[in-house]
Structure formats: C-alpha cells, structure tokens
C-alpha cells in the first residue's frame, strides 16, 4: 500500500533534486526525510534517484515514476475537496477537462455561464488536457465530463458519448492573394500551393492525415510550415507564408491580413464530442451534461 505522506516527499525531493531544499520546503530536517526516501525505495524494490556528493538525481525508473506520482496526488487532492465540500452538505465541484476547441466554440463558456446562473455557488475546475488523458480521468472519476475531439470506442464498457459539434475548415488565404479574387476556387487552383498545415501534436499521424485528405479533394499541399494551433497558423498565412485550412469558429470575423473562402467540394471538419462516465454520482453532473448537449451544433 503506497503512503501518500511518502510520495509528497518523493515528488518534493524530485523537483528541487536537493533534500536538503526539500526539507526546507517540507519544514523537516533532511534525516527523517532522506529515511522516508529510502524506505520507498525499499519498499518498491526500485531506485529512484542516483545520489553523489554533489546532488541527488532521478534515474529513468524515478522520472517514469515521478510522472505517475503527481497525477496521483493531483487526484487526491481533488478528491479531498471534494470530500470536504460533501462534509459541508454542499454538492461539490466539478471538474471539467476540455480541449482548446471547446472554448473557442463557444460551447464550454457558454455551458458554464449557464451553470453558473443556476447554481453561482458551485467550484468548477478546469483541466486542459488531450483526448486520451480525459478518458483516463473519467475512469478514474478524477473527472465529471470530458470535451474531446475523439469520442471513446463504441463498446467501451465504461464511457457514453455524444457529438457535440462539427466546425467545417475554410480556406484563409493572405490578403491580397491572386486565388482570393476568384469567384470559384477549384482543387486544381490549390494543387502545389505554399501550405501551412496545422497539427494535432499529439497524433504523430496528423500530417499524412491532412494530406490524405487534400488529396482526396483531388489537389496536394506544398506543405512549407507546421503550426501547433490554428491561432498561429492565422498569424503565419496574415505574413504571406503560405495558405491554410482552419475551423469557422477561429475565422469568424476575421479581416486583417488574411483572406477567407468557403471550399463547398472540401468536407473537412473539426469536430467535439462530450464524454463522460455511464454511472453518474451527482445529479450536478448529469444537469451540467444536459446543458453542455443542448448547445450542440454546427459552428
């Protein structure tokens, strides 16, 4: 049985890499500290740090550890609020964990502004975090619902889906471009073009899927520049760089610099899902849920 008290030492040793700043941190002397390492240490039957004279260092094992021992007292904190807030007859919290597209959507403001008129005095906590990451979270129950871009599998024994929003990809072109003054733009006017393609970092298949995809539309990107976010790939295209397709929610309204066209032959599409567990703890979860679900669309 793991000691939390233990894993806190851990994780304070681990990030200063010095016990005797981790001491001071921890407000103890570093003997009964550096004994409390040992003993985890005993106790796991593995190595965490490689000890000199000079300083105290993870090994492999302790970094892979270190990670999975911080998320660990992440959720007991969380689970200790919540606790806290149950011990206090209040509802608790929720804790919410989301991807950039549901903000800028509008879909998670806009589902908590509702929250937050019908119950004002609810905490909600919020975790950005990718797909994979919430599903791990829901099962865990360190989450309540989760906005991805993915949803789980079908079959999975745990986890309900719904599709919260499809947001078609447009063309944005640099103001001033020659293919901006055209009345129709065809998939041959596009073919060898400079693009700036615009990444899922976390899927190391993103670009061959976009790729993929432009080809199927029947032309091939010249891709020049990768951007991590749409937001840096507007700021790229408004510098001449090159063009790109990005979501309707993030072009709307958009003039300076850049020019934006509807491609109606191009089907690409970002799109949201909610997920969430299929066993509900608290009526606040299942009520967020419904508010999140009305405000489905079409961006």
Request: hydrophobic residues 40%.
């Amino acid at each position: 049985m793991l000691d939390l008290r233990q894993l806190r030492y851990f994780v304070a040793v681990a990030e200063a890499e010095h016990v005797g700043r981790a001491a001071e941190r921890l407000h103890m002397s570093q003997s009964p500290l550096s004994r409390q390492i040992a003993q985890l240490e005993k106790n796991l039957g593995l190595t965490l740090f490689e000890r000199s004279q000079q300083r105290i260092r993870l090994t492999s094992d302790g970094r892979v550890f270190l990670t999975e021992a911080q998320a660990l007292l992440r959720h007991a904190d969380r689970l200790e609020n919540l606790g806290r807030r149950l011990g206090r007859g209040e509802e608790g919290g929720l804790c919410i964990g989301y991807v950039a597209d549901a903000m800028h959507t509008g879909i998670l403001p806009a589902a908590l502004r509702t929250l937050r008129d019908r119950r004002p005095g609810i905490h909600v906590a919020l975790y950005d975090q990718e797909s994979a990451e919430q599903f791990e979270g829901l099962r865990q129950r360190s989450l309540d619902i989760a906005l991805v871009r993915t949803p789980p599998p079908e079959d999975d024994p745990d986890l309900n889906s719904a599709a919260l929003l499809r947001d078609p990809l447009l063309l944005v072109l640099p103001a001033g471009h020659p293919l901006s003054e055209r009345e129709e733009l065809t998939p041959d006017a596009l073919d060898g073009q400079p693009w700036i393609a615009v990444g899922d970092a976390p899927d190391p298949a993103w670009r061959d899927t976009f790729v993929a995809s432009c080809v199927a539309s029947g032309f091939t990107p010249d891709i020049r520049l990768d951007a991590a976010d749409p937001l840096t790939a507007l700021g790229l295209v408004a510098s001449g760089l090159g063009l790109a397709l990005i979501q309707k929610s993030m072009v709307r309204g958009t003039s300076d610099g850049v020019a934006v066209r509807e491609l109606p032959w191009y089907g690409g599409s970002v799109q949201l899902w909610a997920a969430w567990h299929r066993v509900d703890l608290r009526p606040v979860v299942a009520e967020f849920r419904e508010t999140v679900l009305i405000g489905r669309g079409e961006a």
